[in-house]
């Protein structure tokens, strides 16, 4: 972070997971990365020192900043003076109202630089927000980039997971080492990108079952699916041996194996289950 004699008293805030990017070229190649341009509109989340808000100013149409930050809030109008195409808004973007803020913009992509701390609580607001968002861009831990894009089966396949491949195609597109970071983070980041997927990964004919069945798999891991089943809907152990059958799996499988599909096909079936006596 470039800073001027009056901005020398600033200090990072370990509170506000504060780690920022210094380096000039990086924000260049994560904005290439994220595959914005000139017609595009963006919301970042996260302007720090405004470095990556210059950038991105260059490259797009509109661009609405997101700083929670008050003591940064002199250096950004300094650095992002001459930007007449970026609107800045201080608060928590967990407390502001993100319909009314993003309206104006219509479709439009998401940057952000994602405090670790905030990383979960974000990712289910972006994701289940309902904002017309055609694609997230962040820089997270890079242990959540792995959630993000892991498979069946492997360690890191969750809800975070499901929701996001549900609706978008996440990839891991840059590594970023700790000390690319001022003050630099005990653990590395990466650079994920997902775009939107024209419809869902799965089919199915309730959402909200779908994603209760998911986040039921995974309620208890090492417990078998039908534990986890009769747990979170209440029902016999019949019923949920029953329902896994009616879905081609066998009464000892875990959900920590199973696909999206795999969920599909249980929501789907759910309103064959007979209401327990």
Not at 94 to 106: A, C, D, F, S, V
Not at 129 to 150: F, H, K, T, W, Y
């Amino acid at each position: 972070m470039k800073q001027g004699k009056k901005n020398q008293q600033f200090h990072h805030k370990h509170s506000l997971g504060q780690n920022f990017i210094t380096d000039e070229a990086l924000f260049a190649q994560l904005v290439d990365l994220s595959g914005v341009g000139a017609e595009d509109h963006v919301l970042e989340i996260g302007a720090g020192a405004g470095g990556m808000t210059k950038v991105l100013a260059k490259r797009c149409r509109k661009v609405v900043s997101i700083e929670v930050d008050s003591t940064l809030l002199p250096i950004l109008k300094v650095a992002l003076h001459h930007c007449d195409n970026v609107e800045l808004v201080h608060g928590d973007v967990m407390r502001l109202n993100l319909q009314e803020i993003t309206k104006p913009l219509g479709h439009f992509h998401v940057v952000a630089n994602i405090p670790y701390y905030l990383t979960t609580d974000l990712m289910q607001l972006l994701l289940t927000g309902g904002l017309p968002i055609d694609s997230i861009n962040v820089m997270v831990q890079a242990e959540a980039a792995q959630r993000m894009v892991a498979r069946p089966g492997e360690e890191g396949w969750g809800m975070l997971a499901v929701r996001t491949q549900y609706a978008y195609r996440p990839q891991i597109v840059l590594d970023v080492p700790s000390c690319m970071f001022t003050p630099p983070p005990k653990v590395d980041s990466a650079f994920v990108t997902m775009q939107r997927r024209e419809k869902p990964a799965v089919q199915v004919q309730d959402e909200g079952m779908f994603f209760k069945v998911a986040k039921a798999a995974f309620a208890m891991r090492r417990k078998t699916m039908a534990n986890n089943l009769i747990a979170s809907f209440r029902i016999s152990r019949e019923q949920a041996e029953n329902w896994l059958a009616a879905c081609g799996l066998e009464k000892n499988v875990r959900g920590e194996t199973r696909s999206l599909q795999d969920f599909a096909n249980l929501a789907d079936a759910y309103k064959d289950i007979e209401p327990a006596k």
